[in-house]
């Protein structure tokens, strides 16, 4: 069976959490987008960690981690997670990593970094991973597949070709150093013996697995709000956030996805620049921010402050159905148990009409946000674990939140570590 854990908002769902909690049954875990540019946070019995290439599944022994074709890969950002592990006693993962994955350059990354110097205060909040460069080279066709590290005459050809056009940028528009072939080609070389060992034909190998009746998990990075067709365009990422593009990011069947399990956060957080109709502000921003999370709505990866906002129906119902949801995990609940009510979003204002339907990026900027003020159950609900046993009005919100956004909620979080989970 293959199943997806994606996210319905900006990312920051808790995706890590519910991946490595249903990594248990699964045999195979697989990222199929995106790249070292968000993280996911995990608790287990290892400790604190924030994964940012390798999938969720990789602190249990009987799982094997793939990343799919669809990934941006870094290699030395790799190496350093996998070290990262070791050195903390989890035991090595078994690793796959498609041979047709493309790898971020080192260019990338300064591209990222020059891009946002030269847009200035109209930049996109790049996390400066290189990921909008290392997509426009995919789609330009001037990418680099994993392959082609094994035909040296080929790479060092194109290399040559890439550059030429990547120096006259650099000169021209960003005035920076130009690069050197024969150092790329010094690079690529050693990415290659790193990466040699783990090189593999993953379609085929999830293929085989299929037909052997192996329980396959995708694991989504970001949410559906990021997604550059459905999302909040152009303030998105660079590749697919969406469940359906895991077929395509892995290599199998569109049909096989049988579950889509979207991960939907109690309230709201986003990070980067773009619109985000529930934001709240000020002190009421700040604690929910110090409360929220696990220590803390900070990014995983660079520590920025998350943006903070309350639940937002109409942006959650339109993350669920655009991912194809199939099954819902509400997640950290347990943090809004210190409100006495709680403000969620159920429709917004547009040029003096509410709607409940997610609108496109224009319209989006005039929404205003029509809140229902809900009761709050004030108390710590971690360490339930049975829906009966929750606060009525705790019941009551995750009810009338299911009822709006249209998707069974079965998976409730009430805090980050695994066996913090109720099933309904
Ligand atoms: P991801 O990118 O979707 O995996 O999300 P992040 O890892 O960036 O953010 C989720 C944060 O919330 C992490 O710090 C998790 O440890 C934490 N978390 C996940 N689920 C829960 C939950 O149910 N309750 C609490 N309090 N924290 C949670």
Redesign the pocket.
């Known amino acids: 069976m293959i199943q997806a854990v994606v ?1 319905a908002n900006w ?7 519910i991946t490595d909690m249903l990594s248990k049954e699964a045999d195979i875990i697989v990222r199929f987008q995106g790249g070292a540019n ?4 995990i ?1 287990n019995d290892y400790g604190k960690f924030a994964l940012h290439t390798l999938p969720s599944g990789v602190f249990y022994e009987h799982t094997t981690s793939v990343i799919g074709n669809g990934v941006a890969l870094n290699i030395p950002m790799l190496f350093k997670e996998i070290k990262e592990l070791i050195d903390r006693a989890v035991p090595m993962p078994n690793i796959l990593v498609s041979d047709r994955a493309q790898m971020v350059m080192p260019y990338h990354i300064l591209f990222d970094e020059y891009e946002e110097e030269r847009l200035d205060g109209n930049s996109f909040g790049s996390t400066k991973s290189g990921i909008a460069p290392f997509y426009s080279d995919k789609y330009a066709k001037i990418g680099f597949q994993v392959a082609e590290l094994f035909n040296e005459e080929l790479l060092r050809e194109k290399l040559e070709r890439v550059v030429l056009q990547k120096n006259v940028l650099l000169e021209h528009l960003y005035h920076k150093p130009a690069l050197k072939v024969e150092e790329l080609f010094g690079t690529m070389m050693e990415y290659k013996s790193m990466i040699e060992p783990y090189v593999c034909d993953v379609s085929s190998f999830l293929w085989r697995a299929m037909q052997d009746g192996k329980n396959i998990l995708l694991e989504g990075q970001l949410g559906s709000l990021k997604d550059p067709d459905h999302g909040i365009y152009p303030m998105v990422t660079s590749s697919s956030t969406l469940a359906a593009y895991g077929a395509i990011g892995a290599g199998i069947p569109p049909y096989e996805i049988k579950k889509i399990v979207t ?1 939907v956060k109690a309230y709201s957080s986003a990070v980067g620049a773009g619109v985000f109709v529930s934001e709240i502000f000020g002190d009421e921003a700040d604690e929910l921010r110090r409360r929220g ?3 803390g709505e900070y990014g ?1 990866t660079t520590g920025r402050p998350r943006r903070m906002g309350w639940f937002d129906c109409v942006a959650s119902k339109y993350g669920c159905r655009i991912q194809g949801t199939t099954d819902v995990a509400f ?5 809004l148990g210190y409100l006495e009510e709680i403000p969620v979003c159920v429709g917004y204002a547009i040029d003096g009409k509410v709607t409940t339907d997610f609108p496109t990026t224009g319209l989006l900027e005039k929404a205003k946000p029509v809140f229902e003020v809900l009761p709050g159950w004030q108390c710590d609900i971690r360490g339930i674990s049975k829906y009966k046993d929750l606060p009525e009005n705790c019941r009551n919100y995750i009810e009338f939140i299911e009822e709006r956004i249209g998707f069974p909620v079965t998976m409730i ?4 570590e695994r066996n ?1 989970i109720i099933y309904r």
């Open positions: 996210g990312g920051d769902e808790g995706k890590g959490k968000a993280g996911h946070t608790i991960v999370g696990d220590g995983a997640t950290v609940l347990d943090v979080s009430n805090g980050p913090n």
